[in-house]
Structure formats: structure tokens, C-alpha cells
């Protein structure tokens, strides 16, 4: 197998340590498609000596990689791609859609589908009037035929799109094709411990660190069409935002 050399640039005047910045470097690399699952890395030798570094500093950034899931060493490989971590902008999106442009081939499942009366907490954060139904919809996303997110989102039951377009696609894509156009969202970004459900159908363990999403969605007319509570594998996942001086 040929192994072709990533481009890195290091900055040495800044802060920021050299191993940190490999490890960036790689990751983009990886992102960006330069490197895909089953590629090889340099070796540690080649490495430490195109980019005129330590050996210790190649194996701790690569140590990085290797905790966050992304590369995997194999005595007699070498170091290797094992996945591809989902890149997801903070913008106005869906993970459907984020997936399947980033060419990740996501899959659902539909673990539950529930219409009814919703509690009052629900029901406030909806801005439903007393006795209007919502749904209640939990779906398990996968990327690539792995698992990356368990989701949970309640509607109003006028505009929810039917159980099997949420199983063959995504719930922003069924809103637009109800006349929904989702102009605006807050959403709050956190991180929780993997509970015993949330690791058995995600494939991780319990205790693992998970990603959380919560966020509203509003209408052009500003009704709430959505409120959605989400958790994603925090080794295959990740948001990222530009933040500018003012």
C-alpha cells in the first residue's frame, strides 16, 4: 500500500503545543477525505523527520487520535484510519441531511412513534392550546451502518410527517414537504454519561461521554414546530462554530 505524506503546518511561535496541532492537522486531513477508513499513516520515523519533530511528539499526537477513536495501531500495520468523525457546522440544519452531503449514508430507525395528549411541559414548550396531541418520536441515526445519535423529538400532531417518511428520511426534510420552513432555532449544546439505554443502542458503555443537543425550532410565522432533545457518541461526532472579535 502507498502511503502518500499529509500536508501539515506548524506554527512553532504559538501556544498552541506542536502534538496539538499534528493531531488537528491529521483529523482535517481526515475530514476533508484526504485519508479515509483503512488508510495508513506514516510512520513515526518518516514523520518525526519530514516535519522536523520529536519521535515523543509524533507518538503523543497520534496518541490523541487514538483516544478519541479516530485512528486505531496495529503491531505489524502501523497506524490506521478506523473512521471518518462527523463534522457538523452549529447552523440551521438536519443530521439527515448534514450526513448525506458529507456522503455518510445515514440510516434510521424508528424506536418509537407515539401520538397523544403531551404533559404540560411539553405541551408549554410546544405552545400547544389544552387538549391539542402531539407526537413523540425517538429514532436511533446511524453514518456509514454504525450508530451515532438516539434522538427524540416532540411535534404538533398537525404538521408531523407519518412514522415510515422518518424511517427513509429526515424530519426537516418531511416538514418542508408539509409547506414547514424552519427560519429559526435555539438550541443549547452540553455533554452527559451514556445511561444503560443510551449505550446499549448506541454500542458504547455506560459512563461513556456523550454529546447533547437541545433545541426549539420556530416557523416563519414563529409557531414552534419542534422540540428535540438529542445525544450523539462523542468519539464519532462534533460541532463546530467560527467565533469572530466584535
Same mark, same amino acid.
Given at each position: 500500500?502507498? $502511503?502518500?505524506? $499529509?500536508?501539515?503546518?506548524?506554527?512553532?511561535?504559538?501556544?498552541?503545543?506542536?502534538?496539538?496541532?499534528?493531531?488537528?492537522?491529521?483529523?482535517?486531513? $481526515?475530514? %476533508?477525505?484526504?485519508?479515509?477508513?483503512?488508510?495508513?499513516?506514516?510512520?513515526?520515523?518518516?514523520?518525526?523527520?519530514?516535519?522536523?519533530?520529536?519521535?515523543?511528539?509524533?507518538?503523543?499526537?497520534?496518541?490523541?487520535?487514538? +483516544?478519541?477513536?479516530?485512528?486505531?495501531?496495529?503491531?505489524?500495520?502501523?497506524?490506521?484510519?478506523?473512521?471518518?468523525?462527523?463534522?457538523?457546522?452549529?447552523?440551521?440544519?438536519?443530521? *439527515?441531511?448534514?450526513?448525506?452531503?458529507?456522503?455518510?449514508?445515514?440510516?434510521?430507525?424508528?424506536?418509537?412513534?407515539? $401520538?397523544?395528549?403531551?404533559?404540560?411541559?411539553? %405541551?408549554?414548550? !410546544?405552545?400547544?392550546?389544552? @387538549?391539542?396531541?402531539?407526537?413523540?418520536?425517538?429514532?436511533?441515526?446511524?453514518?456509514?451502518? /454504525?450508530?451515532?445519535?438516539?434522538?427524540?423529538?416532540?411535534?404538533?400532531?398537525?404538521?408531523?410527517?407519518?412514522?415510515?417518511? !422518518?424511517?427513509?428520511?429526515?424530519?426537516?426534510?418531511?416538514?418542508?414537504?408539509? @409547506?414547514?420552513?424552519?427560519?429559526?432555532?435555539?438550541?443549547?449544546?452540553?455533554?452527559?454519561?451514556?445511561?444503560? +439505554?443510551?449505550?446499549?443502542?448506541?454500542?458504547?458503555?455506560?459512563?461513556?461521554?456523550?454529546?447533547?443537543?437541545? %433545541?426549539?425550532?420556530?416557523? +416563519?410565522?414563529?409557531?414552534?414546530? /419542534?422540540?428535540?432533545?438529542?445525544?450523539?457518541?462523542? +468519539? %464519532?461526532? *462534533? *460541532? /463546530?462554530?467560527?467565533?469572530?472579535?466584535?
Amino acid at each position: 500500500m502507498v $502511503i502518500t505524506p $499529509i500536508p501539515v503546518e506548524l506554527d512553532r511561535s504559538t501556544p498552541v503545543p506542536l502534538y496539538h496541532q499534528l493531531a488537528q492537522a491529521i483529523e482535517a486531513a $481526515i475530514v %476533508r477525505g484526504d485519508l479515509t477508513p483503512g488508510d495508513r499513516l506514516e510512520n513515526e520515523l518518516d514523520m518525526a523527520s519530514r516535519l522536523k519533530l520529536s519521535r515523543p511528539t509524533i507518538r503523543q499526537a497520534i496518541q490523541e487520535l487514538v +483516544d478519541k477513536g479516530v485512528v486505531v495501531r496495529k503491531r505489524g500495520v502501523g497506524t490506521q484510519v478506523v473512521q471518518n468523525p462527523v463534522h457538523r457546522s452549529v447552523e440551521l440544519t438536519s443530521l *439527515f441531511d448534514d450526513l448525506s452531503t458529507a456522503g455518510m449514508h445515514p440510516t434510521t430507525q424508528l424506536l418509537e412513534y407515539r $401520538i397523544g395528549l403531551p404533559d404540560e411541559e411539553i %405541551r408549554t414548550e !410546544l405552545s400547544l392550546p389544552v @387538549g391539542a396531541e402531539a407526537v413523540t418520536v425517538k429514532r436511533l441515526r446511524m453514518a456509514g451502518g /454504525e450508530p451515532l445519535a438516539l434522538m427524540i423529538n416532540h411535534l404538533p400532531a398537525d404538521i408531523c410527517p407519518p412514522a415510515g417518511e !422518518l424511517e427513509s428520511g429526515g424530519l426537516y426534510k418531511g416538514l418542508r414537504g408539509r @409547506g414547514v420552513h424552519i427560519r429559526l432555532a435555539r438550541q443549547r449544546i452540553g455533554a452527559k454519561a451514556a445511561d444503560q +439505554d443510551e449505550a446499549t443502542l448506541l454500542g458504547d458503555e455506560v459512563g461513556a461521554p456523550l454529546l447533547t443537543m437541545q %433545541r426549539t425550532a420556530f416557523d +416563519d410565522a414563529g409557531r414552534v414546530v /419542534e422540540v428535540g432533545q438529542h445525544a450523539y457518541r462523542a +468519539d %464519532r461526532y *462534533f *460541532f /463546530e462554530t467560527t467565533v469572530v472579535d466584535r
